[in-house]
């Protein structure tokens, strides 16, 4: 019994950082969202795989990382580029997953991240080194990718209707939440409580530009210029989702929502707020 308990104490303490950002994160001024993704890598000893997957210009996109990477002291920096699924099973870029403490997602398109990667050996090796203890970063569509389920597309600034996000299956980082992104600045609650509605076991993060979520042990903490809203429709008290077509208007009741400016924390397992 005591080994079981010391193995999965172990098993705990092993699991990893995801740093999910909101887009548009600053790269030329305090980058203060991308030193602390560098911070939880190892700082200036981090080894970081850049994932360009998501951008049909992953060149441009790469070395702008490389570029700010560099600036903040990192000096071991690798891109890894997979156009294809076959891509996705190239053993130089599985050896280069292998020997990172971090791990970054860059923005794009996200459907482009699980129609190359799911269910491949990048797959399979991301979420190893995650239980290993890597961190796994992400912005804009590499934070949309981050949940089970995961919203593709959808229409910004109206009101929740079902028809308004489109969702898929994501790259399961983060089981307990639906995340979505640029999220003030482009009106996005309707959309992701559209999402929650039809998966209200779920927690809604809708995290700002140059903001980011930092997770760990189902807990999370806000840095940056913004907030992230979280969305909770477990005990609310009315829906009509099931009363509604596709194109008419839902009606909430009951919704929680916090409002976490940097600074504040979540826990996602109890459903609470973090104030220290």
């Known amino acids: 019994m005591e080994t079981s308990v010391k193995q999965q104490a172990e098993k705990v303490q092993k699991t990893g950082q995801l740093v999910i950002i909101g887009g548009a994160e600053d790269k030329e001024r305090e980058c203060h969202v991308l030193r602390e993704f560098i911070r939880c890598a190892g700082g200036s000893e981090a080894r ?5 997957v998501a951008t049909e210009l992953s060149k441009e996109v790469g070395e702008d990382y490389i570029r700010v ?19 996705a099973e190239n053993t130089s870029f599985l050896k280069t997953l292998d020997k990172a403490t971090g791990i970054f997602f860059t923005g794009g398109d996200q459907a482009r991240i699980t129609e190359i990667l799911k269910n491949t050996e990048i797959d399979k090796a991301l979420h190893r080194r995650y239980a290993e203890g890597v961190v796994v970063g992400g912005t804009s569509a590499g934070a949309s990718m981050m949940s089970n389920t995961m919203i593709v597309e959808g229409e910004a600034e109206t009101h929740p209707r079902l028809e308004v996000v489109d969702l898929d299956e994501g790259m399961s ?9 640029h999220f003030a600045q482009r009106g996005r609650l309707g959309r992701l409580l559209a999402a929650l509605a039809a998966h209200p076991n779920l927690i809604g993060l809708g995290i700002d530009e140059d903001t980011a979520i930092i997770v760990k042990d189902h807990q999370f903490k806000v840095v940056g ?12 008290s009315y829906n009509n989702i099931k009363e509604r077509l596709k194109d008419e208007a839902l009606a909430l009741s ?6 976490l400016p940097s600074g504040y924390g979540f826990d996602l397992k109890n459903r609470k707020l973090i104030t220290s």
Not at 48 to 52: E, L, N, P, S
Not at 225 to 236: F, P
């Open 69 to 87: 990477f560099e600036r903040l002291g990192v000096e071991d920096i690798r891109i890894i580029d997979t156009v294809d699924r076959e891509d």
């Open 225 to 236: 210029s913004g907030a992230c809203t979280v969305a909770d429709l477990k005990e609310a």
């Open 173 to 181: 980082f983060l089981p307990e939440a639906i995340v979505d992104q």
């Open 254 to 259: 009951g919704i929680k929502l916090h409002i």
């Open 48 to 52: 970081i795989a850049i994932m360009t």
